[in-house]
C-alpha cells in the first residue's frame, strides 16, 4: 500500500513563507502525477499544484507564489509557500496518481497551514 507522509505545515504570519514535503513510500517513477491540494473549512478540496515528467500547473490563487518541485532521489514532493496569505489556510494534502487501469489514486494524511494576518 503507498504511503504519503506530509511534513512542514504550521502557523505562520502573512507575508511569510513555508515549505511542505511528501515523503512517497514507492518510487516517484511510479506515478505519472504528483501534486498538492488543500481544503479549507466549509469548501472543496482543490488543486495547488501538480507535477508531471515534463510540466507544472498551479492554480491561479498561487500562481507567483507557490513552486512545487519533486526529488525523485530523495522520494520526497515539495510545495514552496511564499507571500502566504490568510485565505490560504487550509489542510494541505498529497497526491500521487497511477495512470494504470483502473486508475489509481494515493492520498497523504495532510498538514494544517494556518496563516494570521
Known amino acids: 500500500q503507498v504511503q504519503l507522509v506530509e511534513s512542514g505545515g504550521g502557523l505562520v504570519q ?3 513563507s513555508l515549505r511542505l514535503s511528501c ?7 511510479t506515478f505519472n502525477e504528483m501534486g498538492w491540494y488543500r481544503q479549507a473549512p466549509g469548501k472543496q478540496r482543490e488543486l495547488v499544484a501538480s507535477i508531471t515528467s515534463g510540466r507544472t500547473d ?4 498561487v500562481k507567483g507564489r507557490f513552486t512545487i518541485s519533486r ?3 530523495k522520494g520526497t514532493l515539495f510545495l514552496q509557500m511564499n507571500n502566504l496569505k490568510p485565505e490560504d489556510t487550509a489542510v494541505y494534502y498529497c497526491n500521487a496518481v ?3 487501469v483502473p486508475q489509481r489514486t494515493y492520498w497523504g494524511q495532510g498538514t494544517q497551514v494556518t496563516v494570521s494576518s
Do not use: P
Not at 23 to 29: C, D, I
Not at 58 to 61: L, P, R, V
Open 23 to 29: 515523503r512517497a513510500s514507492e518510487m516517484m517513477s
Open 14 to 16: 502573512a507575508g511569510g
Open 58 to 61: 498551479y492554480g491561479d490563487s
Open 98 to 100: 497511477r495512470l494504470w
Open 71 to 73: 526529488d525523485n532521489a
